[in-house]
């Protein structure tokens, strides 16, 4: 009886309509013939579901909450139910795709069923189809459960055979079995014990009333009391681009990413005449892969910790403001913990997916560190991957807002582009697609300085204090 983890447990117990605790990619597909179907699409994840069982299972409540809830299979499993069908309004912009995801990464995951769906979008420009996979934070760890776009994007147009067997559910373990098997349990395990309490009375005291009233959230741009929906945005560039930058300025492509995310942010804050001074920064939560101590990949090829990243969007010369980027990341480098970007773009499969919820999991692991932006970026394959030998040609990834932040930016590298998601409260950000523009200028603005000699001036390299 495998039990979920105390943070699991969390992700659970703070799943509410204002912050649905799930993790999101849209893979958008080349125009193909024969274009991929409902039934075909059903038909390849039957065959696959069997590598994550973890899809048919439910977690389970353990009475008088003595325990973490615990995995059980779904005996009632209908796959329809989870795999979807939805189509555009013609002509299929990419406006009306941007309303859809955003529409659907504001539902709600039904907590009494298997905890994904997957939406098979159609009537896109030129034919094209879209998927959309929807996951719960509390399946997706990285390390037992991989994220389902993985297990269904492959490196080759052939397809694999892969073994199946008719999947007969265990049945449900009853109450009093639950109950003597968690008191088992924690008498095995008195550690893990008081930290399944502290969180229940962690849950108790958030539900009191405050006295004198609620603190509200802190205000800002990029902060805001969470509404129930959600706007999303995407930005396709060229990872050429990244590495010009890179060549003429150094430190790495993720670097130039994130100088450009702190460009975009400062230049979206202008049109909407806010107030930017020189000292204007936000604290970013970037998870960041390691390898583990003996310098061998552990769980997907590393570990991921989050990484603290105050974002210069006071600073106006972009090549400065790339300089300090590289300057607060230069000691997780210089550790030799840090991953290179072609070791995990080699990973086996789409991992890109499954590293993006790691790294959601962990930024809202740790946040009590107070940062006010989460920003993922893992690299990707730059071959192309499949799916039912159809090729995927763009990748979005879609991180979940928590706590009072309105914007969360996941990014994804794949066949020498680099896409943005960006994901934003409807009512708190109602411009998303214009700060999406706004971080394509700030790339553009850091490209026209390749080949002009242009350097940090003296002494401004280093962040100031």
């Given at each position: 009886m495998?039990?979920l983890?105390?943070?699991d447990?969390?992700?659970?117990?703070?799943?509410?309509?204002?912050?649905?605790?799930?993790v999101a990619?849209?893979?958008?597909f080349?125009?193909?013939?024969p274009?991929?179907?409902?039934?075909?699409?059903?038909?390849?994840?039957?065959?696959?579901?069997?590598?994550?069982?973890?899809?048919?299972?439910?977690?389970?409540?353990?009475?008088?909450?003595?325990g973490t809830?615990v995995?059980v299979?779904?005996e009632?499993?209908d796959?329809s139910?989870?795999v979807?069908?939805?189509?555009?309004?013609k002509?299929?912009?990419?406006q009306?795709?941007?309303?859809?995801?955003g529409?659907?990464v504001?539902?709600?995951?039904?907590?009494d069923?298997?905890?994904?769906?997957?939406y098979?979008v159609e009537?896109?420009?030129?034919?094209?189809v879209?998927?959309?996979?929807?996951?719960h934070q509390?399946l997706?760890?990285?390390?037992?459960?991989?994220?389902?776009a993985?297990v269904?994007l492959?490196?080759?147009?052939h397809?694999r055979?892969i073994?199946?067997?008719?999947?007969?559910?265990?049945?449900?373990?009853?109450g009093?079995e639950?109950v003597?098997?968690?008191?088992?349990r924690n008498a095995?395990?008195?550690?893990?014990?008081?930290?399944?309490?502290?969180?229940q009375i962690?849950?108790?005291?958030?539900?009191l009333?405050?006295i004198?009233g609620?603190?509200p959230p802190p205000?800002?741009?990029?902060?805001?009391?969470?509404?129930r929906?959600r706007?999303?945005a995407?930005?396709?560039?060229?990872l050429d681009?990244?590495r010009?930058v890179?060549e003429e300025?150094?430190?790495t492509?993720?670097?130039?990413?994130?100088a450009?995310?702190?460009g975009?942010?400062?230049g979206?804050?202008l049109?909407?005449?806010?107030q930017?001074?020189?000292?204007?920064?936000?604290?970013?939560?970037?998870?960041?892969?390691?390898?583990?101590?003996d310098?061998?990949p552990?769980?997907?090829?590393?570990?991921?910790?989050?990484h603290?990243l105050s974002l210069?969007?006071?600073e106006?010369n972009?090549?400065?403001?790339l300089?300090?980027v590289s300057y607060?990341l230069k000691?997780?480098r210089?550790t030799?913990?840090a991953?290179?970007?072609n070791?995990?773009a080699?990973?086996p499969?789409?991992?890109?997916?499954?590293f993006?919820?790691?790294?959601?999991?962990v930024?809202d692991?740790?946040?009590?560190r107070?940062?006010?932006?989460?920003?993922?970026n893992v690299p990707?394959?730059q071959?192309p991957?499949?799916?039912?030998?159809?090729?995927?040609?763009?990748?979005?990834p879609?991180?979940?807002?928590?706590g009072?932040r309105?914007?969360?930016?996941?990014?994804t590298?794949?066949?020498?582009?680099?896409?943005f998601?960006?994901v934003?409260?409807?009512d708190?950000?109602p411009?998303?697609d214009v700060?999406a523009?706004?971080?394509s200028?700030?790339?553009?603005e850091?490209?026209?300085?390749?080949?002009?000699?242009?350097?940090a001036p003296?002494?401004?390299q280093?962040?100031?204090?």
């Amino acid at each position: 009886m495998e039990r979920l983890s105390p943070l699991d447990a969390r992700f659970l117990n703070h799943d509410t309509p204002t912050e649905p605790r799930l993790v999101a990619s849209l893979a958008i597909f080349e125009p193909h013939d024969p274009v991929l179907t409902y039934d075909r699409l059903i038909q390849v994840i039957s065959e696959r579901i069997d590598i994550v069982p973890r899809y048919r299972q439910v977690p389970r409540r353990v009475p008088g909450a003595l325990g973490t809830p615990v995995w059980v299979d779904d005996e009632t499993f209908d796959i329809s139910i989870h795999v979807r069908r939805s189509a555009l309004p013609k002509p299929g912009t990419r406006q009306s795709l941007h309303e859809l995801v955003g529409r659907l990464v504001a539902r709600r995951i039904d907590l009494d069923r298997p905890l994904w769906e997957l939406y098979l979008v159609e009537g896109l420009e030129n034919g094209a189809v879209a998927l959309l996979f929807k996951a719960h934070q509390a399946l997706v760890d990285g390390s037992e459960t991989i994220d389902l776009a993985q297990v269904l994007l492959e490196e080759s147009a052939h397809e694999r055979e892969i073994p199946h067997e008719e999947w007969v559910p265990r049945p449900e373990p009853h109450g009093l079995e639950l109950v003597a098997a968690t008191l088992d349990r924690n008498a095995r395990r008195p550690g893990e014990t008081w930290r399944i309490t502290e969180h229940q009375i962690g849950r108790l005291v958030r539900r009191l009333p405050i006295i004198g009233g609620s603190t509200p959230p802190p205000r800002g741009v990029l902060s805001a009391e969470l509404s129930r929906h959600r706007r999303f945005a995407s930005l396709a560039t060229d990872l050429d681009d990244y590495r010009r930058v890179r060549e003429e300025h150094g430190g790495t492509v993720n670097d130039v990413i994130l100088a450009s995310v702190a460009g975009g942010i400062r230049g979206w804050m202008l049109t909407r005449a806010e107030q930017v001074s020189a000292k204007t920064s936000f604290r970013a939560m970037v998870p960041m892969s390691v390898v583990s101590d003996d310098g061998l990949p552990t769980s997907l090829g590393s570990k991921v910790r989050g990484h603290l990243l105050s974002l210069p969007v006071g600073e106006s010369n972009p090549v400065v403001r790339l300089h300090q980027v590289s300057y607060a990341l230069k000691d997780h480098r210089e550790t030799g913990s840090a991953v290179a970007a072609n070791k995990l773009a080699d990973l086996p499969g789409f991992a890109t997916s499954t590293f993006h919820a790691v790294g959601a999991r962990v930024a809202d692991a740790e946040t009590g560190r107070g940062h006010q932006i989460v920003i993922t970026n893992v690299p990707g394959p730059q071959d192309p991957v499949y799916m039912a030998g159809e090729p995927v040609a763009e990748v979005y990834p879609c991180i979940p807002l928590s706590g009072s932040r309105a914007v969360s930016i996941g990014v994804t590298s794949y066949r020498g582009k680099v896409f943005f998601g960006l994901v934003a409260d409807r009512d708190a950000v109602p411009d998303a697609d214009v700060l999406a523009q706004c971080i394509s200028e700030a790339l553009v603005e850091l490209v026209e300085t390749v080949g002009r000699r242009t350097r940090a001036p003296r002494g401004r390299q280093r962040p100031p204090r």
